[in-house]
T-cell receptor, first 115, second 114 residues
Framework: EAGVVQSPRYKIIEKKQPVAFWCNPI?????LYWYLQNLGQGPELLIR????????DSQLPKDRFSAERLKGVDSTLKIQPAELGDSAVYLC?????????????FGAGTRLSVL | AQTVTQSQPEMSVQEAETVTLSCTYD???????LFWYKQPPSRQMILVIR??????QNATENRFSVNFQKAAKSFSLKISDSQLGDAAMYFC???????????FGTGTRLQVFP
């Protein structure tokens, strides 16, 4: 069974350009997460989806970041415009169940470099 | 607010030896979960072991075991018979019982020498 798939693996852009990251969760997983991982830090949650509904986006900088999960499967995270400080790894995770049974499985992430 | 602290930025161990990675956390909750994730250079976070706070028995997974001290809010990971493939970043993480939000520490880089 395929794990969480993310693309691209690497992205280099100039500041003020837009960028988008794509995530395909494990089949059947209804909960999807986007995390930001700065260099030398642990991941921090940006947004969580239950099916197609964003149920926790309190950490998402909404002035430049947006996300969508149409049809409750794949998800896209967008930054427009990108800033130098956005250089980081963007991780996607998915889980089957909420609460006690929740175990999050992660993708390999997208490493973004903003020049 | 809950926090997770990993005070060892780097650790090293010789192949076949045992190493212990430290983690402390702060919470006012009584029910929660603790995790150790491994992140190799490929960047994919892999779940190593999970502990439920209401269970007194320490979790074990093959060569990996934890020392969970609830009163001290300590959750260390012991890796026995270390292998070269164990080299990676290790992150300790906390999740309150009624949420999905994982709170991670800053990680410990483990090097394994032959």
């Amino acid at each position: 069974e395929a794990g969480v798939v993310q693309s691209p693996r690497y992205k280099i852009i100039e500041k003020k350009q837009p960028v988008a990251f794509w995530c395909n969760p494990i089949s059947g997983h209804n909960t999807l997460y986007w995390y930001l991982q700065n260099l030398g830090q642990g991941p921090e949650l940006l947004i969580r989806y239950e099916n197609e509904e964003a149920v926790d986006d309190s950490q998402l900088p909404k002035d430049r970041f947006s996300a969508e999960r149409l049809k409750g499967v794949d998800s896209t995270l967008k930054i427009q415009p990108a800033e130098l400080g956005d250089s980081a790894v963007y991780l996607c995770a998915s889980s089957l169940a909420y609460g006690a049974k929740n175990i999050q499985y992660f993708g390999a992430g997208t490493r973004l470099s903003v020049l | 607010a809950q926090t997770v602290t990993q005070s060892q930025p780097e650790m090293s161990v010789q192949e076949a030896e045992t190493v212990t990675l430290s983690c402390t956390y702060d919470t006012s909750e009584s029910d929660y979960y603790l995790f150790w994730y491994k992140q190799p250079p490929s960047r994919q976070m892999i779940l190593v072991i999970r502990q439920e706070a209401y269970k007194q028995q320490n979790a074990t997974e093959n060569r990996f075991s934890v020392n969970f001290q609830k009163a001290a809010k300590s959750f260390s990971l012991k890796i026995s018979d270390s292998q070269l493939g164990d080299a990676a970043m290790y992150f300790c993480a906390y999740r309150a019982y009624n949420t999905d939000k994982l709170i991670f520490g800053t990680g410990t880089r483990l090097q394994v020498f032959p």
